[in-house]
């Protein structure tokens, strides 16, 4: 009896897995069909620097037909569990640069800073050569693109991460690491890899105004900056009270509601012509 039973349980855990499995395998297809069909698409972000927009930041969008538009946050792992995600990077880079061209029109020394996931480093070789691809396909210097890395890439091999980002630094692409603090944070890679820029983190960000820890967290990480002679970038500012206190320990590259919500393109063309961040 007590033997069936368990059969039962493990018919019953192993059908939910194969449930989750499937709807994954599900989402993933319809991630690649919409890849093919046009169905992402991207917005850009202002990114703010001494009062003004001086790159973006291109964010993906899945417009899908029965749910809307699809958050980032709940595909782009999917897409990491398959090589999807680099065949969707290497869109999103593509697609980033050209609009970027358009963009600098406007602004001639404007840059896009692109997502990047720890998967695409799996193999380097092939990242850097999209890269240089598309930078060379637009015609663009590489001081037109920033990489943003979350920490979850220091799982992996540093030494060929450092090689292959010292390479692109060389072309002007810049570096940032992306969500600082939320990850698997080891300060040794500060050191190590050649980094140009830090985004602190929205949730350090939210209540910085207010909590007196919080503050004195988001200021140690502008000190570590300043010491490394990097920028640092706080992500999500929300109110003047936030900008206010970043200002005062120091940080003065910002991103968030409060200068502008991601765009569409024809938005941020408006925005740029305009030329009037908060
Ligand atoms: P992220 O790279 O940290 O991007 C910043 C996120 O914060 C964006 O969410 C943006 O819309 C949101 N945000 C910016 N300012 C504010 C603010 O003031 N308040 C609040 N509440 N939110 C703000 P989004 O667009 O939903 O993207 C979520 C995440 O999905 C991104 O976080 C990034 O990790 C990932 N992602 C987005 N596009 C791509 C992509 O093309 N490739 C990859 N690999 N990941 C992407
Ligand atoms: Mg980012
Ligand atoms: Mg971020
Ligand atoms: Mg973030």
């Known amino acids: 009896q007590a033997k069936k039973h368990a059969h039962d349980n493990f018919h019953f855990y192993s059908d939910a897995l194969l449930e989750i499995i499937n709807s994954n395998r599900q989402i993933e297809s319809q991630l690649r069909l919409a890849l093919n069909n046009n169905q992402l698409n991207l917005v850009f972000q202002p990114l703010i620097g001494n009062d003004q ?13 029965e749910l ?4 980032p946050d709940s595909f ?9 995600i680099c ?49 060379e396909k637009h015609q663009l210097p590489g001081s037109a693109l920033k990489l943003e890395l979350t920490e979850s890439i220091f799982l992996q091999n540093i030494d060929d991460i450092k090689i292959l980002f010292t390479e692109l630094k060389q ?42 820890a919080k503050y004195g967290v988001v200021k140690g990480i502008t000190d570590i900056a300043k010491s490394l002679k990097i920028d640092c970038l ?22 968030g509601y409060l200068f502008s919500r991601p765009l ?6 408006n925005l740029l012509k305009l030329d009037t961040p908060n």
């Open 68 to 71: 809307g538009q699809v958050s």
């Open 264 to 269: 569409p393109t024809n938005e941020l063309a």
């Open 53 to 65: 927009v001086i790159g973006v930041e291109s964010l993906l969008r899945w417009n899908h037909a």
């Open 234 to 255: 706080a992500e999500g500012v929300e109110t003047q009270a936030q900008k206010k206190a970043l200002e005062r320990m120091g940080c003065n590259h910002f991103q």
């Open 87 to 135: 065949d969707i990077t290497s869109w999103v880079l593509e697609k980033s640069l050209r609009t970027l061209t358009g963009f600098r029109e406007y602004l001639p020394e404007l840059y896009v800073s692109v997502n990047i996931s720890g998967k695409d480093c799996l193999d380097l070789t092939k990242l850097k050569t999209r890269v240089i691809r598309a930078l």
């Open 171 to 212: 072309l002007g692409v810049r570096l940032a690491i992306d969500d600082f603090g939320t990850g698997f944070s080891s300060l040794a890679y500060l050191l190590n890899l050649p980094l140009d820029q830090i985004k602190i983190d929205r949730s350090f960000i939210a209540d910085i105004d207010t909590d007196p």
């Open 76 to 84: 782009i792992p999917v897409a990491e569990e398959s090589l999807l």
